[in-house]
């Protein structure tokens, strides 16, 4: 499987920016679907935006017009922007990277932290 090494984490005052890195150990040209997902404490585990190889993105309502994904495959990189950060996006940010027909691929995730 991928090796997944998210970054770009920390803490951010209400409305301040931060860019996720999520940087694979191999070629991501031929995975079928990037995502990053999100779980705050004591809640579950869920998708906030994905991008496949083809560059079509989806993204949670929550954070429509706030975050974006990109991926940088010659850089074998996913990024999440993120803007207008809400205390509510406090949570540890996890990346995954899906194969068709194989298990995804996680890292082991990034704070962030959204406080005044």
């Known amino acids: 499987q991928v090796q997944l090494v998210e970054s770009g984490g920390g803490f951010v005052q209400p409305g301040g920016s931060l860019r996720l890195s999520c940087a694979a150990s191999?070629?991501?040209?031929?995975?079928?679907?990037m995502g990053w997902y999100r779980q705050a404490p004591g809640k579950q585990r869920e998708l906030v935006a994905g991008?496949?190889?083809?560059?079509?993105?989806t993204i949670e309502d929550s954070v429509k017009g706030r975050f974006t994904i990109a991926r940088d495959n010659a850089k074998n990189t996913v990024y999440l922007q993120m803007n207008s950060l809400k205390p509510e996006d406090t949570a540890v940010y996890y990346c995954t990277a899906v194969r068709a027909g194989m298990s995804p691929s996680w890292g082991q995730g990034t704070q962030v932290t959204v406080s005044s």
């Open positions: 191999e070629s991501i040209f031929s995975i079928n679907f």
């Open positions: 991008i496949t190889n083809g560059g079509a993105t």
